[in-house]
T-cell receptor, first 110, second 115 residues
């Protein structure tokens, strides 16, 4: 079992729709969770982080964390073609290492 | 504030050579982490430094090493390069001490090609 799992996609949504990206993790002791966006040929850019169960909203982005289910998700409302990128879920494990999922490719079609 | 800088941006080496990559963190940040990104393995953690001390290490062979200087700048070295070392090497800095609540910000990366 991989430590951090994401569906590789591609996830295709029409412009203006809600994109839902999911991530599961295996280390029950993990305390912090991050979402990065990576455009092709660029480095990852931090877009959200969440430490407590529940929802955290920042503009069009909402991160959701459920520690009991070991599940974290990212919702992107009113998706735009410029949101087309790979979204990386990262989990700070009990060992202190930041472990990344393989990423989900999002395609937003005009 | 200037972001994380990495030099060089691109590098071509041959098998058996060694390489040194450099990273300057965001001003005021004292924690630096290094990652290797490949299409097959994704982003993998190499090591983390804080105040010149290695705080954590990933599962890479001893050919991969790093250090951090008193001004928080960091270098990583790969000796006896192999073809499989071809990757994007990313440096990330954080303003907090090593721990669960330190958001990391990435530099542009160094693209290493081993021929």
């Amino acid at each position: 079992q991989k430590e951090v799992e994401q569906n590789s996609g591609p996830l295709s949504v029409p412009e203006g729709a809600i994109a839902s990206l999911n991530c599961t993790y295996s280390d029950r002791g993990s305390q912090s969770f991050f979402w990065y966006r990576q455009y092709s040929g660029k480095s990852p850019e931090l877009i959200m982080f969440i430490y407590s169960n529940g929802d955290k909203e920042d503009g069009r982005f909402t991160a959701q964390l459920n520690k009991a289910s070991q599940y974290v998700s990212l919702l992107i409302r009113d998706s735009q073609p410029s949101d087309s990128a790979t979204y990386l879920c990262a989990v700070k494990s009990n060992t202190g290492k930041l472990i990344f999922g393989q990423g989900t490719t999002l395609q937003v079609k005009p | 504030k200037a972001g994380v800088t990495q030099t060089p941006r691109y590098l071509i080496k041959t098998r058996g050579q060694q390489v040194t990559l450099s990273c300057s963190p965001i001003s005021g940040h004292r924690s630096v982490s290094w990652y290797q990104q490949t299409p097959g393995q994704g982003l993998q953690f190499l090591f983390e430094y804080f105040s010149e001390t290695q705080r954590n290490k990933g599962n890479f062979p001893g050919r991969f090493s790093g250090r951090q200087f008193s001004n928080s700048r960091s270098e990583m070295n790969v000796s006896t390069l192999e073809l499989g070392d071809s990757a994007l090497y990313l440096c990330a800095s954080s303003g907090r001490a090593s721990g669960p609540y330190n958001e990391q910000f990435f530099g542009p990366g160094t693209r290493l090609t081993v021929l």
